[in-house]
């Protein structure tokens, strides 16, 4: 009798501890309501821009603005300076946030740059140079009419990067995204950016792993809604190479592609466009890509104009294959590099360790067992997850 009395005591104390929290949730919505609500009735910009400054999370001095990002133009020629005198950059140690911590990754980047990558795609255009930039930092904390926020189905906050965008910018956000009723994948919406520095968030859900003509079309919408609502400058991030596994070489093909195709047609309405990374890795395949996109002249990059067969690295009608249709023969190499690179960083564990793990699965039942261990402790994304899958029946029949 006593056992089932405690028991309902515990349960009527987590009740009540809940409802406490969800009563300060409450009284904190409504606190940056009326906050939001003061700020928005200044009678000026100037007044406006000062008062939300003061609330930014990343602090009154933590954000950045245009003037101090460089333009591509800039970027780019310290680029040819260091390729023309032969500088190898060093290794360095990348913090990967797609487990929802952080984690050191030795060693040279999973995503290989090839030659044909590289190839000029476009011709130089001083004009489009300066309305580019590469920055790597925090997203949250660039002061720019629009940032894009890569978001889940829901719109209601997730990990990674569209965690920390719904962290910065606080409750308001999810509050204002709940009546989307979610999002397509491939689509983009549009809301206040509250207390991040940028004015917007261009909420776009892309494709888990493959699918080329989606992330591409994250890429156009997000431009689009751009242009619809009068906001000149954007920063992006790399949409779907977190947790939802999109190869990073192809999906920076994708990304700059698009914006380069968009800046042909609408450079005009627009005064920046920032390419924000966050990893190392992140940061090395953009610089590398970046000038056959965007290059400063004839001479850089190196290799001479592209042909028009390899213009485009990616099939702009390619569409999601569904996880259980993969063949093995489909995994691609940055797949498994994704699986071993994550299981190694994480717990220390050698390439030749997984190759047993594969080996010694005996039969499927145990599969699923194992599998649900990997997701957990390893944080491998679906994509992964399936490949993995496939390769331990291979291995088990």
């Known amino acids: 009798m006593s056992y089932f009395f405690g028991a ?7 009740d009540a501890y809940y409802a406490q929290l969800e009563a300060r949730r409450q009284l904190q919505l409504l606190d940056d309501r009326l906050e939001q609500q003061r700020i928005d009735a200044l009678p000026t910009a100037a007044q406006r821009l000062a008062a939300n400054r003061l609330r930014y999370r990343c602090g009154a001095d933590g954000y950045a603005t245009l003037p101090d990002i460089p333009r591509w133009s800039t970027h780019a ?13 060093p290794p360095v140690n990348t913090h990967l946030y797609a487990t929802g911590g952080y984690f050191h990754r030795y060693g040279p980047p999973s995503a290989v740059v090839t030659a044909a990558d590289t190839l000029r795609r476009f011709p130089p255009n001083d004009t489009i140079n300066d309305k580019i930039s590469l ?3 925090d997203i949250t904390s660039l002061e720019v009419d629009a940032i894009v926020n890569a978001a889940n189905a829901s719109l209601l906050g997730g990990g990674g990067i569209d965690g920390a965008i719904h962290a910065a910018a606080g409750p308001l956000l999810k509050e204002a995204c709940t009546p989307l009723n979610g999002c397509p994948t491939g689509q983009t919406k549009c809301t206040r950016g509250f207390k991040l520095p940028a004015r917007h968030v261009l ?4 494709p888990m792993g493959n699918g ?9 919408t997000s431009l689009g809604l751009l242009r619809d609502h009068g906001l000149r400058s954007l920063a992006l991030c790399c949409v779907g190479t977190g947790i939802y596994g999109f190869p990073l070489r192809r999906a920076t093909h994708i990304a700059l592609h698009t914006v380069r195709s968009f800046m042909d047609a609408h450079g005009d ?4 466009i920032v390419f924000c990374v966050f990893r190392a890795e992140e940061l090395d395949v953009y610089e590398k890509l970046m000038p ?6 004839l001479e850089f990059p190196q290799g001479g104009m592209c042909p028009e067969d390899k213009v485009l690295m990616f099939n702009p009608n390619d569409m999601p294959v569904p996880k259980d249709t993969i063949s093995t023969s489909e995994a691609t190499d940055e797949d498994e590099a994704g699986i071993v690179n994550v299981c190694r960083s994480k717990h220390g564990i050698h390439t030749a360790s997984i190759d047993f793990v594969l080996f010694f699965i005996p039969a499927p039942p145990l599969i699923t067992v194992f599998l649900y261990d990997v997701d957990s402790q390893f944080g491998i994304n679906a994509h992964q997850r399936k490949v993995l899958e496939l390769n331990l029946s291979q291995n088990s029949s």
């Open 292 to 297: 056959s996109y965007f290059p400063i002249d």
């Open 212 to 220: 080329d003509a989606l992330l591409q079309s994250c890429y156009r």
């Open 8 to 14: 309902s005591s515990i349960t009527a104390h987590n």
């Open 135 to 137: 920055h790597r930092g």
């Open 77 to 89: 020629k310290a680029l040819k300076v260091a390729d023309r005198i032969g500088v190898q950059f």
């Open 269 to 272: 309405d627009v005064d920046r």
């Open 203 to 206: 909420h776009t859900v892309g």
